[in-house]
């Protein structure tokens, strides 16, 4: 198979060699890495508390949304095919979900691995080939990429897309590669608010339940200080992070047909995930119930459109007005 082309770089190279520097050594950091682990590591820990909010919003995730297991519909949909399948995941951080699909496809899932870093792919790199996999690893900058024509059955983002600043360059190359029965996944992907801030109406409620807590469930992670106030941090400084994200829902729109779509979270991450989840012990009953509590809170209040949700799980099929106007 011929190497993914890649355009030429935005004229700012400077800012954005920088911002490309940053999002490599904060991923490389986060890996839980073991040399010596028989499997592929996790990109990002897994805190228990933010899994304990996922599991209280579990029904009303799958009503919305009955493929949300998009490993287990994945390989569902090449076993239906009966044949070879190709997939292609951008951004893809160590490449774990991936490598566990192909492995569970019983290698009849030919996958394709991107992402800026090396390092992090080279864990699958070795992986596939001990275990026979179909995997080929390619470490490049996805704002660059373009995609051969109608080569991929699935192109995947797990989390990804909202690093993404090219995002119109991206999602037609990301339509243009898919087959005619071709689908794009979206896997807990950030549809929020630009950076990763709160909307007003969020900050407000995020606070007034922050305030509730006992200290020790207050205590910032990346700080190791208490906190009293609820961050409301821009994090797309000098990164990628969330960078251009409040875009992504009308661009997917334009782009693609949704097959299945749920969005969801409007401050359970904050409360729940690395900042304060880790400091949850979840064989205690009370800590159990408060996790479960502000899960619970989050899904009523973005049901009743109370507040707007940030996260999105979601099945496409190629089409959208930017596809009619092509």
């Not at 070795?126 to 990429?145: F, H, S």
């Amino acid at each position: 198979m011929e190497p993914i082309r890649k355009i030429p770089p935005r004229a700012d190279l400077t800012e954005y060699q920088q911002r490309i520097r940053n999002e490599i050594q904060h991923y490389n950091h986060w890996v839980e890495s073991d040399e010596e682990a028989a499997d592929v590591p996790r990109s990002l820990p897994r805190i228990d508390a933010f899994q304990l909010g996922i599991d209280a919003y579990s029904a009303h995730l799958q009503t919305k949304m009955p493929h949300i297991n998009l490993d287990a519909y994945v390989i569902e949909r090449q076993q239906e095919a009966g044949q070879d399948l190709r997939l292609l995941s951008l951004g893809c951080g160590t490449g774990n979900w991936e490598v566990d699909v192909a492995r569970r496809s019983g290698g009849r899932l030919q996958v394709r691995l991107v992402d800026l870093s090396d390092s992090l792919l080279e864990k699958a790199r070795a992986v596939g080939l001990r275990d026979q996999l179909p995997i080929e690893i390619e470490a490049c900058d996805v704002n660059q990429i373009e995609i051969e024509a109608a080569r991929y059955d699935f192109i995947i983002c797990r989390s990804s897309l909202h690093h993404f600043v090219e995002l119109e360059h991206v999602l037609g190359q990301i339509r243009s590669g898919l087959r005619g029965n071709g689908q794009f996944i979206l896997i807990g992907e950030w549809v929020g608010r630009n950076g990763l801030m709160l909307y007003p109406n969020t900050e407000i409620v995020a606070q007034r339940i922050f305030d509730t807590l006992p200290a020790r469930l207050r205590l910032n992670n990346y700080t190791n200080e208490v906190d009293t106030v609820v961050p409301n941090i821009d994090h797309s400084v000098n990164s990628f992070e969330a960078v251009r994200s409040e875009e992504i829902l009308p661009l997917l729109e334009q782009y693609f047909t949704p097959v299945e779509l749920v969005v969801y979270d409007a401050f359970m991450s904050l409360l729940l995930d690395f900042r304060y989840g880790p400091n949850y012990d979840v064989s205690r009953p009370d800590d159990r119930a408060i996790a479960s509590l502000i899960a619970q809170m989050d899904m009523e209040l973005i049901k009743a459109k109370a507040l707007r949700p940030t996260a999105l799980f979601g099945v496409f099929a190629p089409g959208g007005p930017a596809a009619e106007r092509s």
